[in-house]
């Protein structure tokens, strides 16, 4: 009788230690989710049409395609065998389980900043998820730069490795700021400009760049002529991360795609560590804008062509004055993404127009519609002109040639 | 003047006066899907009736079902036209699904039947194809499909009528490489498969002469049964 009670006593104590094991496995697994998205896996490692973490999609570089890796936990093609060490070797050291060295397009670079706990529930993630047999595609990479061992040149100029370290005379929050967008969030892979070597010095951090092989100008995160944050309130900047669209400007192009897979998920904390941190490293002070590269007869003909075209194309939604109607339909007039040096970005809006991404803050945007069949490169050229600078803006005049190189620009 | 027409044409300036009024709060666009889709209509017209370029669509009215589908293809790349591929690739689904509801509901008439410069014979071919189809051939009547009248049956199947030929041959042609694919098995893809260039060209023709019935709209689910089963339209 007493040994009955005992057994059924343990009994209940061990079903009740079983059920807080798995409680603890799916809150890390859960946490772990929440910081893969964080880290936007899923835009490189799911193909458009291909079941999730199956990898498969091309990445286009200077140097030749690379496919994305499988990472489901299956055992032949994917993760499956992989323990806990050997991933976090990946996200730490860029080194696959072998010691083999990783091409930086996977971004390890900022990885390495990644805690092991955090590297650990990512894996727990992973493992997490239904495994998928399907065989990595190889590279297709020009010779000489399939040889991985170049790799290791790389690396000597542009990797140090590392673990977050925390700034003891910042808040907390600007610390948790930091380590989302210098660690998971990979912000730097494309605010930087990319060398001929396809690395970030860095002490060009966050200071803009044209992405290799898109086309599209991922601005300067320090510069207040650029998409500095120095003097946006937090909530325009918080808005803008979580919804795509902001009292200030919207998102669109590749920055669409990491609100729209990756930062929209992020909660009301994280958001807002991150706002913190992004306007603080806007650098004070602005720059001179640079002088025009267009005589000014000709800069001034443009202008008068860009209002004309601006007036009967543009104003209906963007207002006569550039006011827009915020945030759906982004004002013109004072928006640093349209004044900056580089005018790759306002060329590719009206040549392809857009939407910003759905997103739970704002699942029905509007759009705006593609110019390249209804305008001529000089009416491009003419209207972007226009709005670089008038309305108090100081952008300089684009060219018919700039308007015409972009229409080749690849949209996907 | 001629500015007048240029935004008219473009349809921006019309489509400012077709909001319901009231829909407008000040300082922000109106909450309609008219002003959503304002991306689509240089292409699309305005109400999703077509624009004067032969190879862009009319969307409305075809069946919401088939609308959806095309923009989930486009949307992931089974169905490719980059412009389009890049507006909306991140829509999310159920905006995607209001979006065609919108153009399914519009009804602005049909166009007037083209005359057509081909042949009276190869009219016949055409003829023959779209309401009989050559079972020696293995080429079923597109008539057995998409209706007796070619207006289409919800949820999925679109009518035939007010596309000009560019367009038809354009889409048979595309489905023959490939390039356009619709969920297994891919009816479209296996009718294709059997026609020659002269039939492409022959029913393109044909389809094009056809007058508007007055009843445009698709038949209700289950009106009629289909020769085979379609991926893309449910049982």
């Given at each position: 009788?007493?040994?009955?009670?005992?057994?059924?006593?343990?009994?209940?104590?061990?079903?009740?230690?079983?059920?807080?094991?798995?409680?603890?496995?799916?809150?890390?697994?859960?946490?772990?989710?929440?910081?893969?998205?964080?880290?936007?896996?899923?835009?490189?490692?799911?193909?458009?049409?291909?079941?999730?973490?199956?990898?498969?999609?091309?990445?286009?570089?200077?140097?030749?395609?690379?496919?994305?890796?499988?990472?489901?936990?299956?055992?032949?093609?994917?993760?499956?065998?992989?323990?806990?060490?050997?991933?976090?070797?990946?996200?730490?050291?860029?080194?696959?389980?072998?010691?083999?060295?990783?091409?930086?397009?996977?971004?390890?670079?900022?990885?390495?900043?990644?805690?092991?706990?955090?590297?650990?529930?990512?894996?727990?993630?992973?493992?997490?998820?239904?495994?998928?047999?399907?065989?990595?595609?190889?590279?297709?990479?020009?010779?000489?730069?399939?040889?991985?061992?170049?790799?290791?040149?790389?690396?000597?100029?542009?990797?140090?490795?590392?673990?977050?370290?925390?700034?003891?005379?910042?808040?907390?929050?600007?610390?948790?700021?930091?380590?989302?967008?210098?660690?998971?969030?990979?912000?730097?892979?494309?605010?930087?400009?990319?060398?001929?070597?396809?690395?970030?010095?860095?002490?060009?951090?966050?200071?803009?760049?044209?992405?290799?092989?898109?086309?599209?100008?991922?601005?300067?995160?320090?510069?207040?002529?650029?998409?500095?944050?120095?003097?946006?309130?937090?909530?325009?900047?918080?808005?803008?991360?979580?919804?795509?669209?902001?009292?200030?400007?919207?998102?669109?192009?590749?920055?669409?795609?990491?609100?729209?897979?990756?930062?929209?998920?992020?909660?009301?904390?994280?958001?807002?560590?991150?706002?913190?941190?992004?306007?603080?490293?806007?650098?004070?002070?602005?720059?001179?804008?640079?002088?025009?590269?267009?005589?000014?007869?000709?800069?001034?003909?443009?202008?008068?062509?860009?209002?004309?075209?601006?007036?009967?194309?543009?104003?209906?939604?963007?207002?006569?004055?550039?006011?827009?109607?915020?945030p759906h339909w982004p004002p013109l007039a004072n928006n640093q993404s349209i004044e900056?040096?580089?005018?790759?970005?306002?060329?590719?809006?009206?040549?392809?127009?857009?939407?910003?991404?759905?997103?739970?803050?704002?699942?029905?945007?509007?759009?705006?519609?593609?110019?390249?069949?209804?305008?001529?490169?000089?009416?491009?050229?003419?209207?972007?002109?226009?709005?670089?600078?008038?309305?108090?803006?100081?952008?300089?005049?684009?060219?018919?040639?700039?308007?015409?190189?972009?229409?080749?620009?690849?949209?996907? | 003047?001629?500015?007048?027409?240029?935004i008219a044409g473009l349809g921006i300036g019309l489509s400012v006066q077709v909001f319901?009024?009231?829909?407008?709060?000040?300082?922000?666009?109106?909450?309609?899907?008219?002003?959503?889709?304002?991306?689509?209509?240089?292409?699309?017209?305005?109400?999703?009736?077509?624009?004067?370029?032969?190879?862009?669509?009319?969307?409305?009215?075809?069946?919401?079902?088939?609308?959806?589908?095309?923009?989930?293809?486009?949307?992931?790349?089974?169905?490719?036209?980059?412009?389009?591929?890049?507006?909306?690739?991140?829509?999310?689904?159920?905006?995607?699904?209001?979006?065609?509801?919108?153009?399914?509901?519009?009804?602005?008439?049909?166009?007037?039947?083209?005359?057509?410069?081909?042949?009276?014979?190869?009219?016949?071919?055409?003829?023959?194809?779209?309401?009989?189809?050559?079972?020696?051939?293995?080429?079923?009547?597109?008539?057995?499909?998409?209706?007796?009248?070619?207006?289409?049956?919800?949820?999925?199947?679109?009518?035939?009528?007010?596309?000009?030929?560019?367009?038809?041959?354009?889409?048979?042609?595309?489905?023959?490489?490939?390039?356009?694919?619709?969920?297994?098995?891919?009816?479209?893809?296996?009718?294709?498969?059997?026609?020659?260039?002269?039939?492409?060209?022959?029913?393109?023709?044909?389809?094009?002469?056809?007058?508007?019935?007055?009843?445009?709209?698709?038949?209700?689910?289950?009106?009629?049964?289909?020769?085979?089963?379609?991926?893309?339209?449910?049982?």
């Open positions: 009788m007493r040994s009955a009670w005992l057994t059924l006593l343990l009994f209940l104590a061990s079903t009740g230690t079983v059920a807080q094991a798995q409680d603890n496995r799916t809150v890390v697994v859960t946490r772990g989710e929440y910081l893969a998205r964080a880290g936007d896996c899923i835009a490189c490692h799911t193909a458009p049409d291909g079941q999730i973490f199956t990898g498969g999609r091309a990445m286009p570089t200077p140097f030749g395609t690379l496919y994305t890796s499988n990472i489901t936990p299956d055992p032949e093609t994917g993760i499956g065998r992989w323990s806990p060490d050997d991933f976090y070797k990946t996200m730490h050291s860029g080194r696959f389980p072998d010691g083999g060295l990783i091409y930086p397009a996977m971004p390890f670079g900022s990885y390495t900043k990644v805690t092991r706990a955090d590297s650990d529930a990512i894996f727990a993630y992973l493992r997490s998820i239904p495994p998928v047999n399907q065989k990595n595609r190889p590279h297709d990479l020009r010779f000489p730069y399939g040889n991985r061992s170049l790799i290791l040149g790389w690396r000597t100029l542009f990797f140090s490795e590392g673990e977050y370290k925390s700034d003891p005379s910042k808040s907390a929050e600007w610390n948790r700021g930091s380590y989302l967008v210098e660690g998971l969030g990979h912000c730097g892979m494309c605010h930087s400009p990319i060398n001929a070597l396809g690395g970030t010095p860095q002490s060009e951090a966050f200071k803009g760049g044209l992405i290799p092989m898109q086309n599209w100008y991922a601005p300067s995160l320090t510069s207040n002529r650029e998409a500095g944050l120095g003097d946006w309130s937090i909530k325009d900047i918080t808005d803008l991360l979580q919804t795509g669209v902001s009292a200030r400007g919207v998102v669109y192009g590749p920055m669409a795609e990491v609100v729209h897979n990756s930062l929209q998920y992020l909660n009301d904390e994280d958001t807002k560590a991150m706002a913190v941190y992004l306007k603080s490293i806007a650098e004070s002070g602005t720059r001179v804008p640079s002088s025009s590269a267009l005589p000014t007869t000709e800069s001034s003909l443009l202008t008068s062509l860009g209002k004309t075209v601006y007036d009967a194309r543009c104003a209906s939604c963007h207002g006569a004055q550039g006011e827009g109607k915020p900056m040096e580089s005018a790759v970005n306002p060329i590719r809006m009206v040549l392809n127009g857009g939407y910003p991404p759905g997103t739970e803050g704002n699942p029905r945007p509007y759009g705006m519609p593609p110019f390249a069949g209804l305008l001529s490169d000089n009416e491009v050229a003419a209207v972007v002109t226009y709005i670089r600078t008038t309305w108090g803006n100081r952008g300089t005049p684009v060219s018919a040639r700039e308007a015409n190189e972009l229409r080749s620009a690849p949209l996907n | 003047m001629s500015l007048r027409i240029a319901p009024v009231g829909a407008q709060t000040p300082g922000q666009p109106p909450d309609t899907m008219a002003a959503r889709v304002e991306a689509c209509t240089p292409c699309h017209g305005n109400q999703g009736e077509g624009t004067s370029d032969v190879y862009f669509p009319r969307l409305a009215g075809k069946p919401a079902g088939y609308l959806y589908n095309q923009l989930l293809a486009f949307e992931n790349g089974r169905r490719k036209y980059p412009p389009m591929n890049y507006l909306l690739e991140y829509l999310g689904d159920p905006y995607l699904q209001e979006m065609a509801d919108y153009f399914a509901s519009q009804h602005p008439p049909l166009p007037a039947p083209v005359p057509s410069d081909v042949s009276q014979d190869v009219l016949r071919h055409g003829e023959a194809l779209v309401t009989r189809g050559d079972a020696s051939r293995q080429i079923p009547a597109c008539a057995s499909c998409h209706g007796p009248t070619l207006t289409g049956m919800e949820p999925a199947i679109p009518g035939l009528l007010g596309l000009r030929p560019n367009y038809v041959s354009a889409q048979l042609g595309a489905w023959r490489y490939g390039t356009r694919t619709a969920k297994a098995p891919d009816c479209m893809q296996i009718v294709a498969g059997h026609l020659t260039e002269a039939d492409v060209t022959a029913v393109a023709a044909f389809l094009a002469t056809r007058p508007a019935p007055e009843n445009a709209a698709p038949v209700p689910k289950g009106t009629y049964i289909l020769p085979f089963f379609c991926g893309s339209q449910p049982n």
